[in-house]
């Protein structure tokens, strides 16, 4: 009996509970006791808040909307330029293809012209001709024909040619001929600084020869206070030799020791 009465009041302390059963009501007023603790701002602060995030949105798309216009607007302006060029080019094109058929029209003109012109021309040769052969023909006398030529004529030319050839070397004759000439700047040296350089040059200068004509001269240092002289003279080539010329200046031992040609050139 005494089990059989704990079962029961286990039973019994089930029925009355009702929490289980009402969980909507316990979790509305759960949610009412935590929303009067936090006090009304809240519920205020999640109202704006989700108020602001559904206006971004709007915003980006005010945005996109206003940018893509703008972008649509430059495509229309570009787009209209590219028109216009292209109508541009289209004349242009349209202008050149025009020229181009009237040069050809041109050429096809300048191409017929010669052979139409060409034919009246071998036409009228024969025409011109005939006349001549008339003339040609119409002499009966055939004794002043002479196709064989005349000695008279022969002699006369020759005789021509012989005078044009006497005067051509009359004249040739009269001009100068050509001498040939050349500048030679000689070397004396002396024996030693003692020699008398006037003396030297007096002697060089007194070498006297057809076609020889003497220069400038100066005195240039050797060393030890030596000094040679250097003197320039013409010479005909036909008629003066460098060799000749040194072994005449070489005889006047006593002062002149030797002689070397510095410079030679052809005048």
Partial sequence: MPKQST?????????????????????????????????????????????????????????????????????????????????????????????????????????????????????????QAAPAKEVNGGGDDDDDIDLFGSDEDDEESARVKQERLDAYAAKKSKKPALIAKSSILLDVKPWDDETDMAKLEECVRSVQMDGLLWGASKLVPVGYGIKKLQISCVVEDDKVGTDILEEEIVKFEDFIQSVDVAAFNKI
């Avoid at 206006?55 to 302006?77: F, M, T, V, W, Y």
């Avoid at 012109?117 to 025409?127: L, T």
């Fill in 7 to 127: 079962k029961m009041s286990g039973l019994q302390c089930l029925a009355s509970e009702n929490i289980w059963f009402d969980k909507q009501r316990y979790d509305e007023a759960e949610k009412n006791f935590y929303e009067g603790a936090n006090g009304p701002s809240t519920q205020h602060q999640v109202k704006t808040a989700l108020q602001q995030t559904k206006g971004r949105p709007q915003k980006r798309q005010h945005r996109n909307s206003s940018s893509h216009a703008g972008g649509d607007q430059e495509l229309i302006s570009r787009m209209k330029s590219l028109e216009l060029e292209n109508e541009t080019l289209h004349k242009v094109v349209e202008e050149m293809r025009a020229a181009l058929k009237q040069l050809e029209s041109r050429v096809v003109m300048l191409e017929k012209t010669p052979a139409s012109a060409a034919v009246p021309c071998a036409k009228a040769a024969p025409v």
